[in-house]
């Protein structure tokens, strides 16, 4: 079956040092990835999203990178501050043409060290 | 104020007993979303609406029902067939494309039944 995974369950990470999450997933026809931010005992928060015909997006202070060759994708944290500290997980789209199925992980805790 | 709103945030039952969970959406997306989350897991699907009047089941729809009479709003029953209840669910929405689009999700609710 179709499957998104994360490389660490948890990342802990000096305040004002760079955060990267990494996110794999299986299948090739996957065209569309989110990143979502989970604070605890809240919903999801969308942060960044990136479609399969880009290699790379930036936002404010998050830069998503995709790798289609290897089926990796990751979340890059500049200057990570004590509010970033959640679960971040990558949602995986394009399984089922269609529909709005999305595959998701199962997240990475972030710690952000003062 | 848009968003997606679940009520109520916790909610305690015995076993045997039918609950349901309310979900409504502001955001005039034709697609709403229900998923059970639990420690350790990714967000796992248990059924899905694309139109209204329309509902499909998701990866793990044993035990539960929906209903999607109105766009705004898509309530989930869990049923006494639901083996194991007890756990965090969160509803999303998407607005209708041709392509994947962002899912916006709602606070969660967190069901506990003993």
């Known amino acids: 079956g179709e499957s998104v995974g994360l490389h660490l369950p948890t990342l802990s990470v000096q305040e004002g040092d760079n955060s990267i999450i990494n996110c794999a997933y299986s299948n090739s026809a996957s065209d569309y990835f989110i990143w979502y931010k989970q604070e605890s005992g809240k919903g999801p928060q969308f942060i960044i999203d990136?479609?399969?015909?880009?290699d790379k997006r930036q936002g404010q202070r998050v830069t998503v990178l995709l790798n289609k060759t290897v089926k990796h994708l990751s979340l890059q944290i500049a200057a990570t501050q004590p509010g970033d500290s959640a679960v971040y997980f990558c949602a995986v789209g394009g399984i089922d043409p269609g529909t709005y199925k999305y595959i998701f992980g199962t997240g990475t805790r972030l710690k952000v060290l003062a | 104020d848009g968003g997606i709103t679940q009520s109520p945030k916790y909610l305690f039952r015995k076993e045997g007993q039918n609950v349901t969970l309310s979900c409504e959406q502001n955001l005039n997306h034709d697609a709403m979303y229900w998923y059970r989350q639990d420690p350790g897991q990714g967000l796992r699907l248990i059924y899905y609406?694309?139109?209204?009047?329309?509902?499909q089941k998701g990866d793990i729809a044993e035990g539960y029902s929906v209903s999607r009479e109105k766009k705004e709003s898509f309530p989930l029953t869990v049923t006494s067939a639901q083996k194991n209840p007890t756990a965090f669910y969160l509803c999303a929405s998407s607005p209708s494309a041709g392509t994947q689009n962002e899912q916006y999700f709602g606070p969660g609710t967190r069901l506990t039944v003993t």
């Open positions: 609406s694309q139109i209204v009047n329309d509902f």
């Open positions: 990136i479609r399969s015909n880009m």
